[in-house]
């Protein structure tokens, strides 16, 4: 998975651009702007901090429910 992929997986299971970000520090308009499509390339230090936080926060059996569907292409 993407850091768009871990990201737009956060928000579905109810949490807020806001509550990811105190939880990263990753900043709110960068969280935004990813889950809009519009950051090209996430540095791989958010990528992971965007993994580390899904996987503790979606782990075990909730981690089906709340993967994405993917994209069309």
């Known amino acids: 998975m993407e850091a768009p992929d871990y990201l737009r997986a956060l ?3 109810g949490m807020t ?5 105190e939880q990263t520090s990753i ?3 960068t969280l ?3 889950a809009r499509g519009k950051a090209k390339d996430v540095p791989s230090k958010r990528a992971r901090k965007l993994q ?3 996987e503790l926060r979606l782990g ?4 089906a429910a709340t993967l994405p569907e993917p994209k069309a292409a």
């Open 60 to 63: 075990g059996r909730e981690r």
């Open 11 to 13: 928000l579905a299971s």
């Open 32 to 34: 935004s702007r990813i």
């Open 17 to 21: 651009q806001v509550a990811i970000s």
């Open 52 to 54: 580390a936080l899904w």
């Open 27 to 29: 900043p709110q308009p």
